[in-house]
C-alpha cells in the first residue's frame, strides 16, 4: 500500500488538524465540520496529482489554450454520518464524481470492549473500472473501512482505491495494508501511535461524528 502522511512536510493541513483536536476550539461543530472539510479539500488535491490526465484543446474569447485535465471515472463513498464532512471536501476538488454512502457503526455484544462492525444502509453506482476512493475520517482499527470494501464487492471492480482518512493509528493503518491489494494509497492528514483498550485513536480528537452533528441516543 502506498501511504501519503501528509505530516510529514508542514503546511497549513497543520492548523486545520490543531483546531479539530483542540478541546476549546472543537466545540464549536459548524467550525469542526468545516475543518474536516478543508482537510478533505487539502488531501483530495494532493491526491489528484497521481491520477490520470489527457489533453484537451480549450476555447477561449482570444484563441485556443492546450491543457492536461482529469480523466478519472470517479466514485466518491463515505461512511455514515462521520464521513459527511471529509465527503463535502472531497467532491469539491472531485466535482463531477459519482456517489456512493454507506452506513457502518460498532455493534457491542453485552456492552464489552469487542465489537462487530455492522453495515445496514448502502447506495452506490457501478464501480466497474472506475476509480473508488472511500472515506472515513477516523483510521482507528480498520474493521469499518474493510467493512465497507467488502460490502462495495457486488457493485464492480474498481480500477484502482484511494483510502482517505484524516487522523489514523499505526493498528488501523497495518490491518487495512493486509486486506487491500499493494496498488491502493491511503491519504491521510496524520497518524497516532495507539489506540485505547475501546478501540479509539489516542490522543485522536474524540468522537468524529457526535463534535460534527450532536450525540447518538445511546441504547
Given at each position: 500500500?502506498?501511504?501519503?502522511n501528509l505530516?510529514?512536510?508542514?503546511?497549513?493541513?497543520?492548523?486545520?488538524?490543531?483546531?479539530?483536536?483542540?478541546?476549546?476550539?472543537?466545540?464549536?461543530?459548524?467550525?469542526?465540520?468545516?475543518n474536516?472539510?478543508?482537510?478533505?479539500?487539502?488531501?483530495?488535491?494532493?491526491m489528484?496529482?497521481?491520477l490520470?490526465y489527457k489533453?484537451?484543446?480549450?476555447?477561449?474569447?482570444?484563441?485556443t489554450?492546450?491543457?492536461?485535465?482529469?480523466?478519472?471515472?470517479?466514485?466518491?463513498?463515505?461512511?455514515?454520518?462521520?464521513?459527511?464532512?471529509?465527503?463535502y471536501?472531497?467532491?469539491?476538488?472531485?466535482?463531477?464524481?459519482?456517489?456512493?454512502?454507506?452506513?457502518?457503526?460498532?455493534?457491542?455484544?453485552?456492552?464489552?470492549?469487542?465489537?462487530?462492525?455492522?453495515?445496514?444502509?448502502l447506495?452506490?453506482?457501478?464501480?466497474?473500472?472506475?476509480?473508488?476512493?472511500?472515506?472515513d475520517?477516523?483510521?482507528?482499527?480498520?474493521?469499518?473501512?474493510?467493512?465497507?470494501?467488502?460490502?462495495?464487492?457486488?457493485?464492480?471492480?474498481?480500477?484502482?482505491?484511494h483510502?482517505v482518512s484524516?487522523i489514523?493509528?499505526?493498528?488501523?493503518?497495518?490491518?487495512?495494508e493486509?486486506?487491500?491489494?499493494?496498488?491502493?494509497?491511503?491519504?491521510i492528514?496524520?497518524i497516532?501511535?495507539?489506540?485505547?483498550?475501546?478501540?479509539?485513536?489516542?490522543?485522536?480528537?474524540?468522537?468524529?461524528?457526535?463534535?460534527?452533528?450532536?450525540?447518538?441516543?445511546?441504547?
Amino acid at each position: 500500500m502506498h501511504i501519503h502522511n501528509l505530516s510529514q512536510q508542514n503546511s497549513v493541513l497543520n492548523t486545520f488538524v490543531s483546531e479539530i483536536r483542540s478541546v476549546s476550539i472543537q466545540t464549536d461543530r459548524m467550525r469542526f465540520r468545516r475543518n474536516i472539510e478543508r482537510i478533505g479539500e487539502v488531501l483530495g488535491y494532493e491526491m489528484s496529482k497521481v491520477l490520470d490526465y489527457k489533453s484537451t484543446s480549450i476555447k477561449t474569447p482570444l484563441g485556443t489554450s492546450s491543457i492536461d485535465v482529469l480523466e478519472n471515472d470517479i466514485v466518491l463513498c463515505s461512511i455514515l454520518r462521520a464521513g459527511i464532512p471529509l465527503h463535502y471536501g472531497l467532491l469539491n476538488v472531485f466535482d463531477t464524481a459519482e456517489n456512493a454512502f454507506i452506513s457502518a457503526y460498532r455493534h457491542h455484544n453485552d456492552h464489552s470492549e469487542s465489537f462487530e462492525i455492522i453495515v445496514e444502509y448502502l447506495a452506490c453506482p457501478s464501480l466497474e473500472n472506475k476509480t473508488l476512493i472511500l472515506a472515513d475520517p477516523m483510521l482507528a482499527t480498520g474493521q469499518s473501512m474493510v467493512a465497507t470494501f467488502e460490502a462495495l464487492k457486488p457493485f464492480g471492480i474498481p480500477k484502482d482505491i484511494h483510502l482517505v482518512s484524516v487522523i489514523g493509528a499505526h493498528e488501523g493503518i497495518n490491518f487495512v495494508e493486509n486486506h487491500f491489494n499493494a496498488s491502493t494509497h491511503l491519504w491521510i492528514a496524520t497518524i497516532d501511535d495507539k489506540l485505547n483498550d475501546k478501540g479509539y485513536i489516542v490522543p485522536g480528537l474524540g468522537d468524529a461524528g457526535d463534535l460534527a452533528f450532536g450525540q447518538k441516543l445511546q441504547q
